[in-house]
């Protein structure tokens, strides 16, 4: 079934089986680090919207995910006060930077925001993907429940920025580009130490 799902968001490497009970092991840390993500999400989408004002449908498209995701924040917020945890400070994202530093720079405007456009459906594809195994494996039963919203959120997202970048380049670019991300996606996440106080 998890390579069923990996198969589906077009990943080509599972998560390592460990990393959900490392995570649960300190939820402080794992829910510190997803607040976090879903802080960056929220202002990636705003950054996007600011430099890419013409590319209206984009603006549209975003706009309410902006909402969404900054809701989110605020969800993970209110479930560390629930379970008297503290939010920690925010951590190097080191799964991020790699395919930061993997993206295409210095050719225009245009390029930027394929190679941002990617690497944010990338990374909503991961998270889609390490939601699900919390919402099926860790012991809390309404943790799982809560973490299966986020996994059906974290899918539309993904297809919503795959749909954004065959709408303003051409799809063979897009698939060619998207490969190549899956296969160096695949290699840093097997060089990258299982840790369960980070969601990538």
Wanted: net charge negative; proline share 2%; charged share 30%.
């Amino acid at each position: 079934m998890e390579s069923a799902t990996v198969q589906m968001l077009n990943l080509r490497l599972p998560t390592d089986p460990r990393w959900v009970d490392l995570a649960e092991m300190d939820l402080g840390e794992i829910l510190t680090d997803h607040a976090y993500c879903e802080q960056k999400a929220a202002t990636s989408c705003i950054s996007l919207i600011q430099g890419y004002p013409d590319r209206e449908e984009l603006v549209r498209e975003l706009a309410p995910i902006v909402t969404e995701e900054w809701g989110h924040f605020r969800a993970v917020l209110a479930e560390l006060d629930k379970r008297g945890l503290k939010l920690g400070r925010q951590r190097k994202d080191e799964y991020v930077n790699g395919l930061l530093d993997f993206s295409i720079k210095g050719h225009g405007r245009d390029v930027a925001l394929l190679e941002k456009l990617l690497i944010f459906a990338l990374i909503e594809a991961r998270s889609c993907e390490r939601f699900r195994l919390m919402s099926l494996y860790i012991s809390d039963e309404d943790l799982r429940k809560w973490y299966h919203k986020f996994m059906v959120a974290e899918a539309g997202h993904y297809v919503l920025f795959i749909e954004l970048a065959r709408k303003y380049f051409p799809r063979e670019e897009v698939d060619h580009r998207w490969k190549e991300y899956l296969a160096f996606e695949a290699d840093l996440l097997g060089r990258i130490e299982v840790r369960g106080d980070r969601m990538h």
